[in-house]
């Protein structure tokens, strides 16, 4: 297989439309997710209209072992992992204190344990190989603490620091790490999360869209890629001067059914 992609969270949303992105260079895939008869039309479509190889890997990320169990079925492949795309994740809105706990440690286990996991078992290969892209899915999320989705930001926030941490430490080593940033984008997210009705995803951003932005940053080696040019103002510009307690208001008015009309 030729610069192999592996994609996880490849059976919707962002996930899906990166796989696009990548086989239509001609690049063949190894896609993840739990859902494997999503996985398999993805990998039919694919194979039929670009030619490329795909391999489908159906997995549970949070399940003890899973990673480790995907990366013996890349050596006992024979393939080579030259681009990881970091993407399977999930929100859930409601208050710290009322959360299921199983439920905010299964996103933590996704978003954040199982992001640095697969980061750790591939990387390796790519800096002996000199040669490598990862692309971690964050989030606009990242940037600031989010009431009324406190874990979720938080992992956001982890998967941003590790990204650029480790970016800086491969420098030079024709490895690069890049985190994607997008803000509400139209997938499956809103409805797993329960903030379809919210003001945030009034005017979501496409999947084709986040993950062409995400591909192109990628492929020039950039720390990070916010996907919105409006939100990228706001983040970087506005946000440093507002003053922490509104800006958390306004975030979880945001997330909100209705904007706040709870
Ligand atoms: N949509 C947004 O507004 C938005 C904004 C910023 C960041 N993001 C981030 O974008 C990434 C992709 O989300 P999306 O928006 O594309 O949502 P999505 O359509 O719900 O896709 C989530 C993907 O993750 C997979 N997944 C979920 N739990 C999994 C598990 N336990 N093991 C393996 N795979 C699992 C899902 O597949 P299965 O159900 O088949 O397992 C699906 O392919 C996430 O990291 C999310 O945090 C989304």
Redesign the pocket.
């Known amino acids: 297989m030729t610069d192999l992609g592996l994609v ?10 990166l796989a696009h992105e990548h086989a239509r260079r001609g690049r063949d895939l190894l896609v ?4 494997q008869s ?2 398999d039309d993805l990998a039919a479509e694919l194979r039929t209209s670009y030619g490329v190889s795909v391999s489908v890997f ?6 003890a072992g ?1 990673r480790r169990a995907l990366a013996d079925y890349v050596a006992e492949h024979g393939l080579t992992v030259d681009y990881l795309f970091n ?5 859930r809105t409601g208050d710290f204190a009322g959360q299921d706990w199983s439920r905010l440690s ?1 996103m933590i ?3 954040v344990v ?1 992001v640095t996991e697969l980061m750790h078992l591939f990387l390796p290969g790519m800096i002996a190989r000199g040669r490598g892209r990862i692309l971690n ?5 990242a940037f600031m603490p989010g009431p009324g989705q406190a874990v ?1 930001f938080a ?2 926030a982890f ?1 941003n620091s590790v990204s650029k941490a480790v970016a800086a430490e491969v420098s030079g080593t024709g490895v690069t790490v890049t985190a ?14 329960d903030m379809a009705d919210s003001l ?2 009034k005017s ?2 496409s ?1 084709a869209s ?1 993950a062409r932005q995400g591909y192109t940053a990628m492929e020039a080696g950039r720390l990070e890629v916010i996907t919105e040019v409006g939100m990228g103002l706001m983040i970087k510009g506005l946000l440093p001067f507002t003053p922490e307690r509104l800006s958390m208001e306004i975030i979880r008015k945001l997330q909100s059914p209705r904007g706040g009309a709870e």
């Open positions: 996880t969270g490849a059976s919707s949303g962002i996930g899906r439309a993840v997710a739990r859902r999503e996985l159906p997995r549970d990320l949070t399940e899973s993407n399977a994740g999930f929100g299964e286990e996704l978003n199982a899915t964050s989030s606009t999320a979720y992992t956001k998967v994607l940033c997008p803000g509400a984008v139209d997938t499956g997210f809103a409805d797993t999360a945030l995803f979501a951003g999947a986040t």
